[in-house]
Antibody, heavy 122, light 108 residues
Framework: QVQLVQSGAEVRKPGASVKVSCKASGYIFSGYHIHWVRQAPGQGLEWMGRINPTSGGANYAQKFQDRVAMTRDTSISTAYLELSRLKSDDTAVYFC???????????????WGQGTLVTVSS | ETVMTQSPATLSVSPGERATLSCRASQNINYNLAWFQQKPGQAPRLLIYGASTRATGIPARFSGSGSGAEFTLTISSLQSDDFAVYFCQQYYNWPPWTFGQGTKVEIK
């Protein structure tokens, strides 16, 4: 079955960077976009961007454009989210989610990782 | 950016009753709308996509309707397991993909 397993919780100081991983299994990794969505405590869901695992090309939300990077390692079926210059309001749970395929269509998110809590505090 | 607005923010319902949740888009999104259920400490779970198609394993008491800019999620007879927060999401006008702010369904 499709599974997305994320790395564990992180604590960072303001100004630092964090890198979260999302390991996929149960399907062909290169065939489906991976999106990243975050949720601040008690808040809604905020889309951050997506990566095409085949090409490595990414689309980012304008809000994060200058401090986010989404990459992937196809050899281990893993996508990564790196967020730099962290601020206290970046404290949130970060989710990866698979977009139903194929890559040349825009479809819904059908599977989600369990989430990774990133805490930014001095 | 397409803004998604959900109403009400909180819905108090007794078990066995019907719940009706609304989601409005700020512009046409055709049928490209999904509904998710989220429980505390968990990831969202896909319920409905294409405005009205139930995802695999989702009980028939969940149904979705609508097109264009107005959508509804109906839970025909609430079970104890259904008390949660529900989000809608559009995937027609992108980027960005956008979510509603959520409707919390609580026990009356």
């Amino acid at each position: 079955q499709v599974q997305l397993v994320q790395s564990g919780a992180e604590v960072r100081k303001p100004g630092a960077s964090v890198k979260v991983s999302c390991k996929a299994s149960g399907y062909i990794f290169s065939g489906y976009h991976i999106h990243w969505v975050r949720q601040a405590p008690g808040q809604g869901l905020e889309w951050m961007g997506r990566i095409n695992p085949t090409s490595g090309g990414a689309n980012y939300a304008q809000k994060f454009q200058d401090r986010v990077a989404m990459t992937r390692d196809t050899s281990i079926s893993t996508a990564y989210l790196e967020l730099s210059r962290l601020k206290s309001d970046d404290t949130a749970v970060y989710f990866c989610a698979r977009e139903q395929g194929p890559l040349n269509m825009i479809l819904h998110f059908d599977n989600w990782g369990q989430g990774t809590l990133v805490t930014v505090s001095s | 950016e397409t803004v998604m607005t959900q109403s009400p923010a909180t819905l108090s319902v007794s078990p066995g009753e019907r719940a009706t949740l609304s989601c409005r888009a700020s512009q046409n999104i055709n049928y490209n709308l999904a509904w998710f259920q989220q429980k505390p400490g968990q990831a969202p779970r896909l319920l409905i996509y294409g405005a009205s198609t139930r995802a695999t394993g989702i009980p028939a008491r969940f149904s979705g309707s609508g097109s264009g800019a107005e959508f509804t999620l109906t839970i025909s007879s609430l079970q104890s397991d259904d008390f949660a927060v529900y989000f809608c999401q559009q995937y027609y006008n992108w980027p960005p993909w956008t979510f509603g702010q959520g409707t919390k369904v609580e026990i009356k």
